[in-house]
């Protein structure tokens, strides 16, 4: 079975940073572009950062110079370094593939599960 499978959240004091990290688990011939989305109590899901399948990054206009979003092709796996965190990105985030299952002709989209990120003292 075909999923993402999120880790690396949790509670951080503001100004501090946290990695999260999405793998890819399950049989693929192709890894698409990625990207991260969060979506806080009573909002809406919102694009974090995106990265493609050659590493070309684009991010949230507010989020420039504070996070960082990177992938390990060999290990399948994608990151965002999230720096100087502030009470306002608390949220649930959420990864995001686009994924050629083995033996699919077409690319399917996926969501990780989410994992809980709280900036608070």
């Known amino acids: 079975q075909v999923q993402l499978v999120e880790s690396g959240g949790g509670l951080v004091q503001p100004g501090g940073s946290l990695r999260l990290s999405c793998a890819v688990s399950?049989?693929?011939?192709?890894?698409?572009?990625m990207a991260w989305y969060r979506q806080a109590p009573g909002k809406e899901r919102e694009l974090v950062a995106y990265i493609t399948s050659s590493g070309s990054t684009s991010y949230a206009d507010s989020l420039k110079g504070r996070f960082t979003i990177s992938r390990d092709n060999t290990k399948r796996t994608m990151y965002v370094q999230m720096n100087n965190l502030k009470p306002e990105d608390s949220a649930v985030y959420y990864c995001h593939a686009t994924l050629t299952p083995m033996g699919a002709t077409m690319p399917l989209a996926y969501w990780g599960q989410g994992t809980q990120v709280t900036v608070s003292s």
């Open positions: 399950g049989m693929i011939s192709r890894i698409g572009g």
